[in-house]
Structure formats: structure tokens, C-alpha cells
């Protein structure tokens, strides 16, 4: 049973730095693409960045030169760090991953909140 536990989330201003972790278990981590979505109050969720086994990463337009994803294999965690914040990134933040074999797994959520 692959397990996903994020954290990081928080209150910040304007203009401020997060950075959510996700640490993931019981599976094999290192053949396993990984993402992080968002989903904000009446929106649907959706994909904020990813990286893949080989490290290639992805990005969503609105996020791009203000997030960065990362991963350590060794440490089975995927990292987004979330610089230039706006109130446009307040939402729950979900870890995604998705096995070798096609089977995906979320995590439970942290809320980031960007208010002054």
C-alpha cells in the first residue's frame, strides 16, 4: 500500500516563499512519476507541476519562473518550492503519484493560504 504525506503548507503574505514536501512509502518511488496538484475553493483541481522518473519537469503556465519541483530518490520525496506567491495560490495542495504499472496514488492535502 503506497502512502503519501504531505507537508509544508501554512499561511503567508503576498509575495512569500513556501515549500511542501511529500514523503512517499511502501512503493517504489524511483519508477514512479510524481506530481503536485491544487484545487481552490469552486475549482476543479488542477496540475501544478511534475516530474517524471527521469527527472524531466512540467509546469503550469500561471506558476512557471515562481515554482520549482524536485526529487530525492534516496529520501522517496518529491519537494515544491513556491516563491512570489499570490493570492491566487491559495488552495489545497495534493502530492500525486503514479506507479511504473499505471497506478496512482494522492496524498491527503495541506492547505496553502496567501493573504496579507
Known amino acids: 500500500q503506497v502512502q503519501l504525506v504531505e507537508s509544508g503548507g501554512g499561511l503567508v503574505q503576498p509575495g512569500g516563499s513556501l515549500t511542501l514536501s511529500c514523503e512517499a512509502s511502501g512503493g517504489d518511488f524511483r519508477r514512479s512519476d510524481m506530481a503536485w496538484y491544487r484545487e481552490a475553493p469552486g475549482k476543479q483541481r488542477e496540475l501544478v507541476a511534475s516530474i517524471s522518473m527521469t527527472t524531466r519537469t512540467t509546469y503550469l503556465d500561471v506558476v512557471k519562473g515562481r515554482f520549482t519541483i524536485s526529487r530525492d530518490n534516496a529520501k522517496n520525496t518529491v519537494t515544491l518550492n513556491m516563491h512570489g506567491l499570490i493570492p491566487a495560490d491559495t488552495a489545497v495542495y495534493y502530492c500525486?503519484?503514479?506507479?511504473?504499472?499505471?497506478?496512482?496514488?494522492w496524498g491527503q492535502g495541506t492547505q496553502v493560504t496567501v493573504s496579507s
Open positions: 500525486h503519484g503514479k506507479s511504473f504499472f499505471n497506478s496512482e496514488y
